[in-house]
């Protein structure tokens, strides 16, 4: 990539611990990282485990309790060798000043991710009043100096209006789409710009025929003499065409043994808490008839040993909602850790919750 980079990337060699909010199924080895360090409305440096080979990621950053989703991209990276790795990351200018903050890694093929949060300001810092929903188009300020474009709006099926900034000045890009997935590589051409002589622009595009009933669609703009190039995707109509992520084909120097995820992990969000007697929970993407145990216990402990509070069956699987007894000898702890463990399958998540009586 000629893209200059926004953080440091280290190699390190030791074994990394399992991130505290991620979510996986043990008998498989999926990436993970953990929070290493935070430097107050500045950086975040994070530590991997478990990194396929040489695939391209973004990293997002987004509100507390979003897992990231449809964030704020701040940087780009390739995993290299894969394994573990230490990087550091930018906290963008719409997230300084909050509390906690939810980043996310997610693979541009091959369909791997996963995403944890930090304090940023624990005593001092605010909250969002209302938490994105999935599909809302991110904040447009992102810090670096790699070129960015940032969604700002969409008219589904019609047009898409980004925001771009860190663009080379006055030189000429093609916009291009394509199927998700794509990054827009080898798209439709769907217009020509000039760059400003900020590097900093807005533009509407039409959304091509092609891709005007899919769900998700890739856009890129390239510049065809200089090299430089930005990409991202846009939500486009809900129950349109979903378009697959097609695993990427290992280089022949690189062993092809470990497939990517072909399947979905459950994760669950807090909904509400009555003091030192119930919380209730709501899971997505749950394995169909499943039996699952509920934990509970200390915080920082993933649940893991944990108190057995109930158990439940999955059914047809996907989205479930629950409410689970906090055990007394919880009673009075201030945050509690809560555990979702299959009885078979090898399947979990975890959380955790304030115990106050309180709605999320």
Do not use: C
């Amino acid at each position: 990539m000629n893209k200059k980079r926004v953080f440091v990337i280290v190699m390190v060699l030791a074994m990394l611990l399992p991130a505290f909010i991620g979510i996986n199924r043990a008998q498989a080895a999926y990436p993970s990282f953990t929070i290493s360090e935070v430097k107050k409305d500045v950086s975040v440096t994070i530590l991997t485990k478990d990194m396929p080979n040489n695939l391209e990621w973004k990293v997002l950053m987004g509100e507390y309790n979003t897992r990231g989703e449809n964030g704020i991209q701040v940087a780009t990276f390739n995993s290299g060798a894969g394994g573990s790795m230490s990087a550091t990351f930018n906290i963008p200018d719409a997230l300084k000043g909050r509390a906690q903050i939810s980043i996310r890694i997610e693979s541009l093929t091959g369909g791997y991710y996963y995403y944890n949060w930090f304090w940023n300001d624990k005593d001092n810092g605010t909250w969002p009043s209302v938490t994105p929903a999935p599909g809302t188009p991110a904040p447009t300020q992102a810090p670096g100096t790699v070129p960015i474009i940032m969604i700002k709006s969409v008219d589904p099926g019609k047009t898409v209006t980004i925001t771009a900034s860190n663009f080379p000045k006055n030189l000429e890009f093609v916009a291009l789409m394509g199927k998700m997935w794509t990054r827009g590589i080898n798209g439709i051409e769907v217009g020509k710009l000039t760059s400003s002589s900020t590097g900093s622009f807005e533009a509407t595009f039409d959304i091509p025929a092609e891709f005007q009933n899919h769900e998700r669609v890739a856009i890129r703009l390239e510049n065809k003499a200089g090299g430089y190039y930005s990409y991202n995707w846009f939500w486009n109509k809900t129950g349109g065409v979903v378009v697959t992520p097609v695993p990427t084909t290992a280089p022949t120097t690189v062993p092809t043994s470990t497939p990517a995820p072909a399947v979905k992990y459950p994760y669950f969000n807090i909904l509400a808490v009555q003091r030192d007697n119930t919380v209730t929970v709501e899971g997505f993407d749950f394995p169909a008839n499943t039996e699952f145990t509920i934990l509970m216990g200390k915080m920082w402990t993933m649940g893991i040993n944990g108190t057995e509070v109930g158990t439940f069956n999955s059914g047809e699987g996907g989205k479930m909602t629950a409410t689970f007894n906090i055990p007394a000898n919880l009673a009075g702890q201030s945050r509690i850790a809560v555990r979702l463990q299959a009885k078979t399958g090898g399947w979990y998540a975890y959380n955790w919750f304030w115990n106050n009586t309180t709605q999320n």
